[in-house]
């Protein structure tokens, strides 16, 4: 059993939706939303932390457009922070019948696990590879 560590719940999900990315809208599967944010499978799809981007997707009949920027990536998953918290997004989410529960956590390293936790609120800076 793992220990949940989010500040804000998620439901988990397989909803089809759009990455747009300097003008480019690429498909991808949503797989868990939160207030806060939403993960990402997006297969082969490489855009590293720190991009800011537009996600489209239609959930109970309504299209919604969000604006948010990538706080983590592993293959094939993607993290994305939302610019200002989408609640009725998750209650949306929690309303069509999903189940909360983390689907696509940061990768975890011996590298990783070897670091102190940082403040939330502190900005992180990450090299690009």
């Known amino acids: 059993m793992t220990i949940e560590k989010r500040y804000q719940p998620r439901c988990r999900c397989d909803l ?21 944010g ?3 499978r997006a297969g082969r799809l490489a855009l590293p932390s720190g991009n800011l981007i537009e996600v489209e997707l ?14 983590h990536t592993g293959a094939p998953c993607i993290g994305v922070m939302f ?3 989408q609640p009725a997004l998750f209650s949306a989410a929690t309303q069509a019948g999903s189940a909360p529960s983390p689907v696509c956590a940061p990768p975890r390293s ?3 696990s070897a670091r102190p936790l940082r403040h939330p609120e502190r900005p992180v800076t990450l090299p690009l590879p």
């Open 16 to 36: 089809p939706a759009h990455l747009i990315h300097r003008g480019r809208a690429l498909p991808i599967r949503i797989s868990d939303i939160a207030a806060g």
């Open 38 to 40: 939403l993960g990402i």
């Open 58 to 71: 239609r959930l109970n009949g309504a299209t919604w457009s969000l604006h948010g920027l990538i706080v």
């Open 83 to 85: 610019k200002t918290p």
């Open 110 to 112: 011996a590298a990783h």
